[in-house]
């Protein structure tokens, strides 16, 4: 039986980041379900860097993330993960509100339809944010597997962790294959299964919360859209920005509960979506060239979850990721690790305080 210091649960985002945080110090081994790392939600993102989004807390791992992500360390790789892009925030309604700090300034009418040509009148109020920035999901999520490997880190793809139960030497982990492993900590990075796995390793569940967010890559009848800022509506009934020439990226908003699943979209949604889209701009819609959905899973308080289970010893959180697990994973996974390896946090993160985001907080 193979031994592990720390045994990850889950490849996706969270999971690599945090092992290539700790891989170096503690003999690691990531196991995933699927047959590849990032298959759930961390390949299916819309792929932004919002500070705004998610309220204060979740904007301080935000910005504490981006220098890392636009010029990240050379060991880590060549190149930066951001492209710069922008936010427009429009309100039919009263002036979109930001976390305190966030970089943004009204836009006049003119400076509005200039940016979002054909944009309709009834959007009378719009904010830019100047900083939001496309992320390179697939190549960040490929960097952190890379140092997790490099510091000797270990990927078990095809290996779902069934039930884990301790003894005096720590945990013994089943997989569904039969064979078992034992370790030190066991992490629990599940995405959407988080609960599942915390009840399969004897802890209680948190009610982290999975939600269904549509995306559809919608062609229209207009061209230059490439570089279209990221559109949303302040009152949050859709987003869309621009993915080539004439199509873009819309999503409704939607975050329909369901249980943890290879999520797929419902017609509905899409409808809706474009019914919102329409409601947006005078673009026409050509066609829905592609579309797809992903599972966005939240904690009640809609915080991240970093840190050892309360009552179940070497259970360690790394959780509720809800929409912004992409955008916060370098200072998040910083967080985590120092916490994990009970090491004083790395400068990235040392003004955050980490009891905001302790499983504590639920006892
Ligand atoms: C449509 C959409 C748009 C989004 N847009 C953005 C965005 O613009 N910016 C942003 O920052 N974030 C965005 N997000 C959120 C982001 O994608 C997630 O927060 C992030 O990917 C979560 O990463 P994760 O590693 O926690 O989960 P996942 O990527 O789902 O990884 C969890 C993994 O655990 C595995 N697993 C589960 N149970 C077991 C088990 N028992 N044994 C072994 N393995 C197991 C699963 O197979 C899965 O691969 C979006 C999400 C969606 C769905």
Known sequence: MSHFDTVIVGGGIAGASLGAGIAAQRRTLIIEAESQCGYHSTGRSAAFWLESYGGPQIAQLSSASRDFLDRPPADFAEHGFLHDRGAVHVSDGDWPELPEGVRARRLNRQELEELIP????????ALLEPGCADIDVAGLHAAYLRTFRRSGGTVATDSRLVRASTNNDGWIIELTDGSTLTASIVVN?????ADEVAEACGAAPLSIAPKRRTIVQLRVGRSGLKELPLVDDAAGSFYFKGESDNSIWLSPHDEIPTDPCDAA????????AIDRFEGAVDWPVERVERSWAGLRSFAPDRLLVYGFDPAVPGFFWCAGQGGFGIQTAPAGSKLAAAILLGEAPDPMVEHIDPAIFSPRRFA
């Open 118 to 125: 054909g944009i309709r009148p009834r959007w009378t109020k």
């Open 189 to 193: 990075a599940a995405g959407a299964w």
């Open 265 to 272: 979209p419902d017609e509905i949604d899409i409808a809706t």
